[in-house]
């Protein structure tokens, strides 16, 4: 994405053989995952390196490696989060890039040793990105039967390389960030691809999103396969989003705003918003003009009602901020979010781990080790 690349934000072959998990005390209090033996906890996106692995970011060999996931483990989180595409997986005849499939299974047996869960988060694919409305990608995986039987596929592929895991350590993501026009388009996606992974895997935990970006409002039109215990919820959360994407150079008009942000309160100065022009930063300043911990928890609520209705796991699986808004300010932001978070039992992975909104540098030079604390502690 560079790394959140869209305005309606509320606001990632696999192993033929088992290793086994090292018994590691997590550092963090576990959150209950209703009716299931899946903990996630606290996480972390290890992002821009099997999906939107873009120019200029290090080499994959070094961008991501044992020691990263180590790191996370000491610093106290408990699961990875692990984007992948179809461009960087699939070669363009279809078949596997078995060099891409190396590091993801790389990837697997490092969280497995360190201790770490994993999802395995399909995050774009040809017929879809997420995006695509603001001109990445074309996405007709709603209109076209032949891309979702083709996605449909994908998830066999992915089946047939990584059923072996444990279905305690490792769950797949159908879909990151689906975008449907109709609701019922993407339910009927849901259904045919939880049919498809079922045949193999009755087991497996599966993480689903609701259509729009993963948004929480649009969970009343989530539908889910009727009596599928093993079934976690999963929304996206960066709100209020002029303070979270303030400077990010991927957002519209909104990209070049170089005006006072501020959280908890109003997100701007109320005579600042007087008198700036009428047009989209005005209108976006406006809708999310003020925001603290409680408005934090009311835009969440959808989720959590929808969660408590069908007794599921809720997981957020993205959330962050870009580093450019006042240190202290992003500090509070983070600490509320936590607190919604444990206080809910909510489970979350952090977006991300390197690159715009990242906890370490892309050289790995620098680990914001207070953002870390403010992540998983509350505090």
């Known amino acids: 994405m560079k790394i959140k690349t869209t305005l309606y934000l509320c606001t990632l072959g696999l192993l033929l053989a088992l290793t086994p998990g090292c018994n590691i005390e997590n550092?963090?209090?576990?959150?209950?995952?209703?009716?299931?033996?899946?903990?996630?906890?606290?996480?972390?996106?290890?992002?821009?390196?099997?999906?939107?692995?873009?120019?200029?970011i290090p080499p994959k060999d070094i961008f991501f490696t044992q020691e990263d996931v180590?790191?996370?483990?000491?610093?106290?989180?408990?699961?990875?989060?692990?984007?992948?595409?179809?461009?960087?997986?699939?070669n363009e005849d279809g078949s596997p890039?078995?060099?891409?499939?190396?590091?993801?299974?790389?990837?697997?047996?490092?969280?497995?040793?360190?201790?770490?869960?994993?999802?395995?988060?399909?995050?774009?694919?040809?017929?879809?990105h997420f995006n695509s409305e603001h001109g990445d990608g074309k996405n007709v995986l709603f209109t076209s039967e032949e891309a979702q039987q083709h996605l449909v596929g994908l998830w066999?592929?992915?089946?047939?390389?990584?059923?072996?895991?444990?279905?305690?350590?490792?769950?797949?993501?159908?879909?990151?960030?689906?975008?449907?026009?109709?609701?019922?388009?993407?339910?009927?996606?849901v259904a045919k691809c939880v049919?498809?992974?079922?045949?193999?895997?009755?087991?497996?935990?599966?993480?689903?999103?609701?259509n729009r970006w993963q948004q929480t409002q649009f969970f009343p039109f989530l539908?889910?396969?009727?009596?599928?215990?093993?079934?976690?919820?999963?929304?996206?959360?960066?709100?209020?989003?002029?303070?979270?994407?303030?400077?990010?150079g991927w957002v519209g008009a909104y990209s070049d705003y170089r005006g006072p942000i501020n959280y908890p309160g109003n997100i701007v100065p109320e005579d600042y918003l007087e008198s700036l022009a009428e047009g989209e930063i005005r209108d976006m300043l406006t809708e999310s003009f003020y925001n603290?911990?409680?408005?934090?928890?009311?835009?969440?609520?959808?989720?959590i009602d929808y969660a408590a209705e069908h007794n599921l796991a809720l997981y957020c699986g993205e959330w962050g901020t870009m580093p450019t808004m006042p240190r202290e300010d992003r500090?509070?932001?983070?600490?509320?979010?936590?607190?919604?978070?444990?206080?809910?039992?909510?489970?979350?992975?952090?977006?991300?781990?390197?690159?715009?909104?990242?906890?370490?540098?892309?050289d790995n030079s620098f680990t914001d080790y207070e953002l870390i604390h403010s992540i998983l502690t509350g505090e």
């Open 292 to 303: 603290d911990k409680e408005t934090l928890r009311a835009m969440m609520k959808p989720a």
């Open 331 to 362: 500090l509070q932001w983070y600490r509320d979010m936590s607190q919604v978070f444990r206080e809910e039992g909510i489970e979350n992975a952090i977006w991300s781990y390197k690159v715009e909104f990242g906890i370490r540098s892309n």
């Open 27 to 56: 550092k963090t209090e576990t959150l209950p995952v209703a009716g299931t033996e899946f903990v996630l906890g606290s996480g972390v996106n290890a992002s821009h390196w099997l999906a939107q692995h873009f120019e200029g």
């Open 97 to 128: 890039n078995e060099e891409s499939f190396r590091y993801l299974d790389q990837a697997l047996h490092w969280a497995q040793d360190a201790g770490l869960n994993a999802i395995l988060d399909l995050h774009i694919i040809k017929a879809h």
């Open 223 to 248: 539908k889910i396969p009727e009596g599928d215990r093993r079934i976690i919820l999963s929304f996206h959360f960066y709100n209020p989003f002029p303070f979270t994407h303030y400077q990010a």
């Open 156 to 189: 066999q592929q992915l089946s047939d390389r990584c059923h072996e895991w444990p279905n305690d350590f490792l769950a797949y993501e159908i879909l990151n960030e689906a975008v449907a026009e109709n609701h019922e388009d993407w339910n009927k996606l």
């Open 70 to 90: 180590q790191l996370l483990k000491d610093a106290g989180f408990q699961h990875l989060r692990i984007p992948v595409e179809e461009v960087e997986m699939w």
């Open 195 to 210: 049919a498809a992974i079922r045949e193999k895997e009755p087991e497996r935990f599966l993480v689903i999103g609701s």
